[in-house]
């Protein structure tokens, strides 16, 4: 096996040269300031062993070695835990660990020595070394340069001058994106999940969760000031106290939402770094935490609404507050978890739902509203709400002829169309993307004899077929591409 070292002067590109290679293959991928969520407890992540760490015995000694998190800072909030540099070096213990037993894995490593002291430099160089004998090594540095290209098989050297070639070895002017595809090789990492995987996602996102603690709190405190509040209302206070409690069940979840963005790019580069086995089951059961979350919470608020006044015991009311609480939330969970949108971007699509009720309200009132605009009324899960309630819907302007109806169009506007909201641009934006990804593919000749040479000087083997199959060539030797 191979270790390919890329160096440059600072800004010439070397990590975007490291992440398009990513981008191009499967591989594993450590970034130079690798995120890992700050309240994961290392010894709790499952199939590793922190004694293998070169730190682990200092917090033996201090009992603190079954408690002691990653650490760092995600969504704002510090957690207090390892240093930078000892969460790097968790994550090549981790990569080595997860990799033993397994072979011709390509890994992708940025600025390895970065925040690591020089002490602990032998560390991750043996780690290097024994990584090298079954697996492709691509790394980027700018730290022990001359100690690591005496022991690369390859050096790539990009310049901040021309972006578009690269130079390999002695071989200069190869261009950027062959050079790319010709390091895209190796077989896939496969990383079988287990229930050790599920009990770690409980213990990190429910159990042990600081977030969920916090929600908690807050429920308790502001739910507590509505019962007091709006004790023995009236019937005819229904919009009041509806409303006030709303808007408690809303800002008891957002902080928990807004973290979202940021829990996605972290989980990402988990997974990146082989921490678990698959972002896909990761979002689905952040996913149902959130639902699970919103459910509990509308519980609650129907309860105390109850509580402080009569006529809304019936379980249709329930459904009505659930509905109108995801009208305004489910989309801050589509677009935090499942798009690749900065957290700004997140933040204003999400809020948009709740914003624009509070603007287009005013339609809800018989006679209010300009023409057309008041008709936006009907896609707000409140308004059929408010059509529920008595002494209310004698008031209300359009209401469904049935309550049947009305249930109906109120679970379509609280799930289905912030849904579909999402889908529509995401759908737009996967079809435009994918016919520029389709005609990019489609510029690599993978029978090219350059392109082969290219791998011979790298490897001493060619693809021949594509970048999946990886096979020796008698009819190139290392050296001989001009």
């Known amino acids: 096996m191979t270790l390919t070292v890329v160096v440059g002067s600072s800004g010439s590109g070397k990590t975007t040269f490291l992440e398009d290679v990513y981008r191009s293959h499967k591989c594993i991928y450590i970034r130079q300031y690798h995120n890992i969520r700050p309240y994961v407890i ?6 590793f ?8 015995d200092i917090y033996v000694k201090e009992g603190t070695a079954n408690s002691i998190p990653a650490g760092g800072t995600m969504a704002g909030e510090f957690t207090a835990g390892l240093s930078g540099g000892q969460r790097k070096l968790l994550l090549f213990e981790l990569v080595r660990q ?6 011709n894995l390509l890994i992708c490593l940025d600025e390895p020595f970065a925040g690591v002291t020089d002490d602990f430099v032998p560390f991750i160089v043996e780690r290097l070394k024994e990584l090298k004998e079954n697996h492709q090594i691509l790394l980027v540095t700018n730290d022990h340069v001359e100690a690591l290209t005496q022991m690369a098989d390859n050096t790539i050297t990009v310049s901040a001058i021309d972006r578009s070639t690269v130079k390999i070895n002695h071989l200069g002017n190869i261009e950027r994106s062959k050079a790319i595809e010709a390091l895209s090789v190796g077989k896939n990492y496969v990383y079988k999940g287990s229930w050790a995987d599920l009990r770690f996602f409980l213990d990190v996102e429910v159990f042990y969760n600081a977030g969920l603690m916090g929600i908690g709190a807050f429920v308790v405190v502001f739910f507590s000031l509505f019962l007091l509040g709006f004790w023995d209302s009236p019937d005819n206070q229904a919009v009041l106290v509806l409303n006030a409690g709303s808007l408690i069940a809303f800002f008891s ?7 979202l963005p940021d829990w996605r790019v972290y989980m990402s580069e988990e997974a990146e770094a082989l921490l678990h086995s ?7 059961l952040k996913s149902s935490i959130c639902i699970f979350l919103f459910v509990i919470v509308s519980v609650i608020q129907f309860g105390t609404t109850n509580a402080v006044m009569n006529g809304l015991e019936s379980y249709s009311f329930w459904v009505a507050i659930l509905m109108d609480s995801l009208s305004m939330t489910f989309s801050s969970l589509f677009f935090g978890l499942y798009t690749e949108l900065p957290k700004q971007a997140v933040l204003f699509l999400a809020d948009m739902p709740f914003m624009f009720m509070i603007f287009l309200s005013t339609t809800f009132s018989p006679g209010s509203g300009i023409p057309v605009l008041k008709e936006l009324r009907y896609l707000f899960s409140r308004f059929y709400f408010w059509c529920m309630l008595p002494g209310i819907l004698e008031d209300m302007e359009g209401c469904p002829a049935t309550h049947t109806q009305n249930m109906i169009y ?7 169309l912030p849904f579909l909201l999402f889908l ?6 996967k079809m435009l993307c994918h016919p520029r990804k389709k005609k990019e593919a489609e510029k690599i000749n993978w029978k090219d004899g350059e392109f082969c040479e290219l791998q011979m000087e790298l490897f001493g083997q060619s693809i021949i ?10 009819s190139f030797s290392k050296g001989t591409f001009h």
């Open 253 to 259: 979840v957002n902080p928990y939402l807004i973290s």
């Open 424 to 429: 529509v641009p995401m759908g737009i934006s």
């Open 278 to 284: 698959s972002k896909r089951m990761n979002k689905a």
């Open 98 to 103: 997860r990799c033993a037993g397994k072979s």
């Open 410 to 416: 109120m679970s379509l506007t609280g799930v289905v």
């Open 465 to 474: 077929d594509g970048p999946d199959k990886v096979t020796q060539s008698s």
């Open 49 to 56: 062993d922190p004694t293998k760490l070169p730190f682990w």
């Open 42 to 47: 290392v010894s709790k992540i499952p199939h």
